[in-house]
């Protein structure tokens, strides 16, 4: 009993503080673990929940690693020594949050890109991000003011790119601090007040605020730059541009120019809205609530003004209809006709807006249903040259191409009417959500697919010999579906009258390898867009090159199939999802070989579109039968029948 109660006497209670610090430790472990030991794979599938509209991420699969050494698995994913260095995540419709918290634990994150997608709200605080090098997000809807201190801490921020957006306020002049900036891009925003005093007079290459509200003298250290990176501002002044003395002359003369045309205006509108107001007290007709496409296209033009720009349509004007700018010209004989008015009166819904253009599907009165799409950047030939191509492109008939029906033309505005298809795109029957009703394509369907683009394509080249790109935006999306899953082709044959600006950025030929290498395309570069549809519709992986403004010999489909091939990975590369395939195999090899063939880097060893077509006829459409196709089908040891592709 002593013996106890001199132990007992050894062992002292603790204290409050040690208390105190135990339980600070005990909670914060949980945080610690969870801050610190999430994996890139984890982080990323995080971060994709925060976002909307999301399938072009679709091979974002928990299952696979984002990246394998410098070859990134998931989309728009690029890696370094097995760690993701950048998130290039370019034109895929994304919205949502871009939940820079979440990416904070990427360690060797250094790029970010979210260029041409629709997100809104203000920017993101990518300072959390400290080590990135460049920051893209240019082509959204980001509006409000930027916190002056947006970039403070970022002293590795090389690129900053943030065209084509809706911010207000004054430039942060925590940019003007950045010790390695390169280049700054702040154009098309609404930016204002002056300029802050840029110290990087020396390691600034590219620098651009045009078209915003900015005011006062430009910083000396900005001088040298040429007038374009300020053009487009009303009351800037100074070198590069007029001085501020005679600036200020022409800023008084135009405020009170303004005041008078306010005042006009005014006028006009409360007169207008009197006229409305006793219109619609005399009128006993109620009004059609279905918005119509005039409406539609005036909601595009608000949510979108950077790719639609102003509507510029004729209007009827009741009943002193002034002469119409143009009309509809229709280029068919076979559809009943329907004036320019009447369509834009049609009930119409959105399709979607992208930079190469909006599509609306409108319904005539009568129960006619169309595609609409409206361009802005078709200005690359005059009027005469335009009706001519238009008209060339009406006499094209084909089971596999998706006619035009007729066009609308003024400098400002192109309208191109074609029939409504119910079943979408390729794009969406293989990268969309499936269930019940809407099942993933089997093989049947897929070959069927196959051979109707290779019919279509060959269609192309005899009908229109003189073109050097035939099609020349071949890709998933561009080919259409109708009720029996028949392909047909859709936006081709565009590229003489797209503005060459634009067809280098949007159009699937100028991603091409001999572009890349050479600056050229060949009546073969359609081949090559052939080749990386075929691996699509075999493989079921959305190809990077669609997001890509150009192409990468690391990333692209067919690299990727020919890494698998020689890694023995050949269980990896078809669509699990492949259906009635069971007894297939020989011709799903054979056609994978034919992908390849047409997507080599060299021009002269691709297949022509003869040898192409000829190929693929010879594969039959019977359905076999049994489950999805899975890896058994293909093992490894087929890779021997690939030798030499």
Same mark, same amino acid.
């Given at each position: 009993?002593?013996?106890?109660?001199?132990?007992?006497?050894?062992t002292?209670?603790?204290?409050?503080?040690t208390?105190?610090?135990?339980l600070?430790v005990?909670?914060?472990?949980?945080?610690?673990?969870?801050?610190?030991g999430?994996?890139?794979?984890?982080?990323?599938l995080k971060?994709?929940?925060?976002?909307?509209?999301?399938?072009?991420?679709?091979?974002?699969?928990?299952?696979v690693?984002?990246c394998?050494?410098?070859?990134?698995?998931?989309?728009g994913?690029?890696c370094?020594?097995?760690?993701?260095?950048g998130?290039?995540?370019?034109?895929?419709?994304?919205m949502g949050?871009?939940?820079?918290?979440s990416?904070?634990?990427?360690?060797y994150?250094?790029?970010l890109?979210?260029?041409?997608?629709?997100?809104t709200g203000?920017?993101?605080?990518?300072?959390?991000?400290?080590?990135?090098?460049?920051?893209?997000?240019?082509y959204?809807?980001?509006?409000?003011?930027i916190?002056?201190d947006?970039?403070?801490?970022?002293?590795?921020? +090389?690129k900053?790119?943030l065209?084509?957006?809706?911010?207000?306020?004054?430039?942060?002049?925590?940019?003007?601090?950045?010790?390695?900036?390169?280049?700054l891009?702040l154009?098309?925003?609404?930016?204002q007040?002056?300029?802050p005093?840029?110290?990087?007079?020396?390691s600034?290459k590219?620098?651009?605020?045009?078209?915003n509200?900015?005011?006062?003298?430009i910083?000396?250290?900005l001088?040298?730059l040429?007038?374009?990176?300020?053009?487009?501002?009303?009351?800037?002044?100074?070198?590069?541009?007029?001085?501020?003395?005679?600036?200020?002359?022409?800023q008084?003369?135009?405020?009170?120019?303004?005041?008078?045309?306010m005042?006009?205006?005014?006028?006009?509108?409360?007169?207008a809205l009197?006229?409305i107001?006793?219109?619609?007290k005399?009128?006993?007709?109620?009004?059609?609530?279905?918005?119509?496409l005039?409406d539609?296209?005036?909601?595009?033009?608000?949510?979108?003004?950077?790719?639609?720009?102003?509507?510029k349509l004729p209007?009827?004007?009741?009943?002193r209809?002034?002469v119409?700018?143009?009309?509809?010209?229709?280029?068919?004989?076979?559809?009943d006709?329907f004036?320019?008015?009447?369509?834009?009166?049609?009930?119409?819904?959105?399709?979607?807006?992208?930079?190469?253009?909006?599509?609306?599907?409108?319904t005539?009165?009568?129960?006619?249903?169309?595609v609409?799409k409206r361009?802005?950047?078709?200005?690359?030939?005059g009027?005469e040259e335009?009706?001519?191509?238009?008209?060339?492109?009406?006499?094209?008939?084909?089971?596999?191409?998706?006619?035009?029906?007729?066009?609308?033309?003024?400098?400002?505005?192109?309208?191109?009417?074609?029939d409504f298809v119910?079943?979408?795109?390729?794009?969406s029957?293989?990268?969309?959500k499936?269930?019940?009703?809407?099942?993933?394509p089997?093989?049947?369907?897929?070959?069927?697919?196959?051979?109707?683009?290779?019919?279509?394509?060959?269609?192309?080249?005899?009908?229109?010999?003189?073109?050097t790109l035939?099609?020349g935006?071949? +890709?998933?999306?561009?080919?259409?579906?109708?009720?029996s899953?028949?392909?047909?082709?859709?936006?081709?044959?565009?590229s003489p009258?797209?503005?060459?600006d634009?067809?280098?950025?949007?159009?699937m030929?100028? +991603?091409?390898?001999?572009y890349?290498?050479?600056?050229?395309?060949t009546? +073969?570069?359609?081949?090559?867009?052939?080749?990386?549809?075929i691996?699509?519709?075999?493989?079921?992986r959305?190809?990077?090159?669609y997001?890509?403004?150009?192409h990468?010999?690391?990333?692209?489909?067919?690299?990727?199939v020919?890494?698998?091939?020689?890694?023995?990975?050949?269980?990896?590369?078809?669509?699990l999802?492949?259906g009635?395939?069971?007894?297939?195999?020989?011709e799903?090899?054979?056609?994978?070989?034919?992908?390849?063939?047409?997507?080599?880097?060299e021009?002269e060893?691709r297949?022509?579109?003869?040898?192409?077509?000829?190929k693929?006829?010879?594969?039959?459409?019977?359905?076999s039968?049994?489950?999805?196709y899975?890896?058994s089908?293909?093992?490894?040891?087929?890779?021997?029948?690939?030798r030499?592709?």
């Amino acid at each position: 009993m002593v013996k106890g109660a001199r132990l007992g006497s050894l062992t002292r209670a603790p204290s409050l503080t040690t208390l105190i610090f135990s339980l600070v430790v005990m909670l914060s472990c949980p945080v610690m673990s969870s801050s610190f030991g999430a994996s890139d794979t984890e982080i990323l599938l995080k971060f994709k929940g925060s976002l909307q509209h999301s399938n072009a991420l679709n091979n974002w699969d928990p299952n696979v690693e984002p990246c394998e050494r410098n070859r990134g698995n998931w989309a728009g994913v690029i890696c370094l020594n097995g760690n993701v260095r950048g998130l290039q995540l370019e034109n895929m419709g994304l919205m949502g949050t871009i939940d820079v918290d979440s990416l904070v634990s990427l360690r060797y994150l250094r790029t970010l890109s979210f260029m041409n997608n629709t997100f809104t709200g203000t920017m993101p605080t990518i300072k959390k991000l400290s080590a990135l090098r460049s920051v893209y997000l240019s082509y959204n809807h980001f509006s409000g003011e930027i916190p002056d201190d947006a970039f403070a801490g970022m002293s590795l921020l +090389k690129k900053v790119f943030l065209t084509n957006n809706e911010f207000t306020g004054k430039i942060p002049s925590s940019l003007a601090t950045l010790p390695g900036l390169l280049v700054l891009r702040l154009d098309e925003n609404k930016f204002q007040g002056h300029i802050p005093n840029f110290q990087q007079r020396d390691s600034l290459k590219k620098f651009n605020v045009s078209n915003n509200n900015l005011e006062g003298p430009i910083p000396a250290s900005l001088s040298n730059l040429e007038t374009s990176s300020f053009s487009g501002n009303e009351y800037l002044c100074g070198p590069p541009l007029e001085s501020c003395e005679s600036c200020s002359r022409r800023q008084l003369v135009l405020k009170i120019f303004i005041v008078v045309i306010m005042v006009v205006l005014f006028v006009a509108v409360v007169a207008a809205l009197c006229s409305i107001f006793y219109l619609r007290k005399q009128s006993s007709v109620p009004l059609d609530r279905r918005p119509t496409l005039r409406d539609q296209m005036i909601n595009v033009v608000a949510s979108y003004p950077n790719q639609a720009g102003e509507l510029k349509l004729p209007e009827s004007t009741g009943h002193r209809r002034k002469v119409e700018h143009g009309k509809l010209s229709f280029i068919r004989d076979d559809r009943d006709k329907f004036g320019l008015q009447d369509l834009l009166k049609s009930s119409a819904e959105v399709l979607g807006s992208a930079t190469f253009g909006s599509s609306y599907k409108a319904t005539i009165t009568g129960g006619q249903t169309l595609v609409v799409k409206r361009y802005r950047q078709m200005n690359n030939v005059g009027r005469e040259e335009f009706n001519e191509h238009m008209r060339r492109l009406g006499t094209l008939s084909h089971p596999n191409l998706l006619p035009l029906v007729a066009y609308y033309y003024r400098r400002e505005e192109k309208l191109l009417i074609s029939d409504f298809v119910e079943n979408g795109s390729l794009a969406s029957l293989l990268h969309g959500k499936h269930n019940e009703n809407q099942p993933p394509p089997d093989w049947p369907t897929r070959l069927r697919i196959i051979k109707g683009v290779a019919r279509g394509l060959a269609y192309l080249y005899d009908a229109i010999p003189s073109l050097t790109l035939p099609h020349g935006h071949l +890709k998933s999306s561009n080919v259409l579906l109708d009720e029996s899953f028949e392909p047909l082709l859709a936006d081709y044959a565009l590229s003489p009258v797209i503005n060459p600006d634009l067809s280098r950025q949007t159009m699937m030929a100028y +991603k091409s390898p001999e572009y890349a290498q050479h600056g050229s395309i060949t009546k +073969k570069t359609d081949i090559w867009s052939f080749g990386v549809l075929i691996l699509e519709i075999l493989t079921g992986r959305f190809p990077e090159n669609y997001l890509t403004q150009v192409h990468d010999t690391d990333t692209d489909l067919a690299s990727w199939v020919n890494k698998m091939i020689t890694g023995k990975r050949m269980s990896e590369v078809f669509d699990l999802d492949i259906g009635g395939a069971k007894s297939s195999k020989g011709e799903l090899l054979k056609l994978l070989k034919i992908g390849l063939s047409c997507c080599e880097q060299e021009v002269e060893r691709r297949l022509d579109i003869k040898d192409v077509v000829e190929k693929i006829e010879e594969f039959k459409e019977e359905e076999s039968e049994g489950d999805n196709y899975a890896s058994s089908v293909v093992n490894d040891g087929d890779a021997n029948a690939l030798r030499g592709v």
